[in-house]
DNA sequence: GCCGTTTTCGGCCCGACTGTTTTCAGTCG
């Protein structure tokens, strides 16, 4: 099997974690950490930079120790360290991390004091109430232990998207090279870009004979092939990740890709209605009688049914058959409809890069505007501005401009909404950015009416664009918060402010279906990388995939405004009249964006 | 363990909150 990015990135994990619960320096666990963090974020598959000879130490965070160790894992799959500090700690010892208000010295004294290594250790000493017999360990931590440890045990692991592209990437190069091998896809819910996976499936288009099997498993270590017969095949991953390969004759591949690629509601329905129609539908082909009638394309599979092509994102029975017999299925916004990006950080708070970098940057991607938005005070952790620090980077930003070409930087910041819905920054220094993106990033616990008025009183400053990652929900870390989503909608329509999809992998909030009340409600998404250093521009694509899940067309997305456009939406928000000229308080915010710019995307 | 420069070693993200204590440690972002 291929070693990517993310294999090593989860072996630097582990270090840095069995490393913290030892004790160890912890600004050489912060290194792992970080190395483990660039590399999750690297566009670059770093085994074909090592085949190729690149100097690893020329990555950022990485020296001669952690070069090495990259190299090590790739070449053999393994990290000697990693074995090492395995047989002094119990490996799942890290899980344990996962449970909120378990950190490293936590974990050391659950070990130390009563030989905890596990989950199911930790959550059975929880229930008899030995968690307490720790120092520092009372009713309210044994208790949120308990619940939180009930949960995890229960939940079926899932993987990041970003996890799955990078393997299922690699696995379809390294298949499509095989002898006999005419196409390789993922399908599954990757292909459909559901916001985690739990395993990732393929499907090979192959003559016979092939050795696409042989091939697939060879590589995986033996102990961890699941299955392994003609046309199909199971392993797991070092990751823990489980990859099933399906190979089919040429003329199966579009019924099969569409087959595997689910969802099961979807094929159920498509199923129904071949039977209706007198055909049969399985992953072989649409037949009538014993005659095949279609299946080499997924196209041609729909057409035999009456139906147009229906994109992966929309096959979740959620009413996009429907939508096709009525030819109204919507016309999904795509990466390339993307015009700039409306959430990004610089070293000036925890950005990892320079003004300049991250402009040019944007700009290669084809991104026509980049708002700056760091961080405010209250994250002292990523170094936010003050109102001083700030009013300096505005005059920055305007000097830069006037030598930038190509791409326009916006004024911006990510500011803390305080528990009581106060913004953390003055407002006389709010109203000299062009956006105002608003974000949780404390009191996530608050009950949803308090949650909920916090962010309405928000959204009600006169300064307010756009509430970034709303849930703030970290993926297999933390829930999102509870709050009255609909009312946080509403309010968005009211007040002519837009609500952030946040694009990083982890993230990925708005998710899908709360994309889909916003457009319901006519509130423009902005889909954002939150990029802290450049190569995380590249996110746009997960964010792309939840908006398209959601059913968002380009005219539903604020960031596919030309500038002009956006400035003018961004007016309305920022209590002051746009440049050119005044647009009233955005109620429809659809209608005034079109009716400044006739040349927005609306396929 | 990396980085930057002082080319050898010191500095590296810090403040708020919680629950446990009874003056503070651990966790979190």
Not at 2 to 23: K, R, T, W
Not at 81 to 104: H, S
Not at 333 to 360: C, I, K, N
Not at 479 to 495: H, N, S, T
Request: net charge neutral; glycine share 8%; aromatic share 4%.
């Amino acid at each position: 099997m291929p070693i990517v990015n993310s294999d090593v990135a989860g072996v630097f994990e582990e270090i840095a974690d069995l490393l913290e619960v030892q004790g160890a320096n912890s600004f050489r666990v912060r290194a792992y950490r970080n190395a483990a963090h660039m590399l999750g974020e690297l566009g670059t598959n770093i085994k074909s930079m090592i085949d190729r000879g690149a100097d690893l130490d020329a990555l950022p965070g990485i020296g001669p120790d952690l070069a090495g160790k990259i190299s090590e894992v790739v070449r053999t799959g393994h990290c000697a360290l990693l074995d090492e500090l395995r047989t002094q700690l119990p490996p799942a010892v890290t899980e344990l991390l996962k449970i909120p208000g378990i950190g490293a010295k936590r974990a050391r004294a659950l070990h130390q004091a009563l030989g905890i290594g596990t989950l199911q250790d930790l959550h059975r000493a929880a229930e008899q109430g030995r968690l307490r017999t720790v120092q520092g360990i009372g009713p309210k931590i044994q208790q949120s232990i308990l619940e939180a440890t009930a949960i995890r045990l229960k939940a079926p692991r899932r993987y990041k998207l970003s996890l799955a592209t990078q393997v299922g990437e690699a696995l379809c190069l390294e298949l499509s090279r095989v002898p006999g091998v005419l196409e390789v896809q993922v399908a599954g819910s990757l292909r459909r870009q559901r916001d985690t996976v739990g395993d990732l499936d393929m499907v090979a288009a192959v003559e016979r004979d092939s050795p696409v099997m042989d091939r697939f498993v060879s590589a995986a270590d033996g102990r961890h092939v699941l299955s392994k017969g003609r046309t199909r095949a199971s392993v797991v991953l070092a990751s823990g990740l489980q990859v099933d390969l399906r190979a089919v004759p040429r003329e199966s591949f579009g019924a099969a890709w569409l087959y595997f690629t689910g969802s099961k509601a979807h094929n159920i329905a498509l199923r129904q209605r071949a039977r209706e129609a007198g055909l049969k539908l399985n992953e072989y082909g649409v037949f009538r009688g014993e005659r095949r009638i279609a299946g080499d394309t997924e196209a041609s599979v729909y057409l035999a049914l009456g139906l147009p092509f229906i994109e992966p994102e929309l096959r979740e029975q959620l009413g996009e058959i429907d939508a096709a017999l009525s030819h109204s299925l919507p016309a999904l916004v795509q990466r390339s409809d993307l015009r700039g990006d409306l959430h990004a950080h610089t070293r000036e708070s925890d950005g990892r890069e320079s003004l300049e970098a991250m402009a040019a940057a944007a700009r290669a991607r084809g991104l026509e505007y980049l708002a700056v938005t760091d961080h405010s005070p209250r994250l002292a952790l990523a170094h936010g501005l003050d109102a001083g620090r700030l009013a300096q980077q505005i005059d920055r930003i305007d000097a830069l401009n006037a030598r930038l070409d190509g791409i326009v930087l916006l004024k911006g910041i990510e500011v803390d909404i305080l528990e009581d819905g106060r913004l953390d920054l003055p407002d006389a220094v709010l109203r000299r950015l062009d956006l105002v993106v608003g974000a949780i990033h404390h009191r996530f616990d608050l009950s949803r009416d308090k949650q909920t008025d916090r962010l309405l009183h928000a959204m009600d400053h006169p300064c307010f664009s756009i509430l970034a990652h709303p849930t703030a929900r970290l993926i297999d870390e933390r829930p999102g918060c509870d709050f009255d989503l609909p009312r946080v909608i509403r309010k968005a329509r009211e007040r002519g402010c837009f609500l952030e999809l946040n694009a990083h992998p982890a993230r990925l909030d708005l998710n899908d279906i709360a994309c889909r009340m916003a457009k319901d409600e006519g509130v423009l998404v902005s889909i954002a990388s939150d990029a802290h250093s450049s190569v995380e521009f590249d996110n746009l694509r997960f964010g792309i995939g939840q908006a398209r899940r959601g059913w968002l067309e380009p005219g539903d997305v604020l960031n596919t405004r030309s500038l002009g456009a956006l400035r003018s939406l961004l007016s309305g928000t920022m209590d002051k009249p746009p440049p050119a000229q005044r647009v009233g308080a955005a109620v429809n915010v659809r209608t005034t964006a079109e009716s400044v710019d006739p040349g927005t995307p609306s396929r």
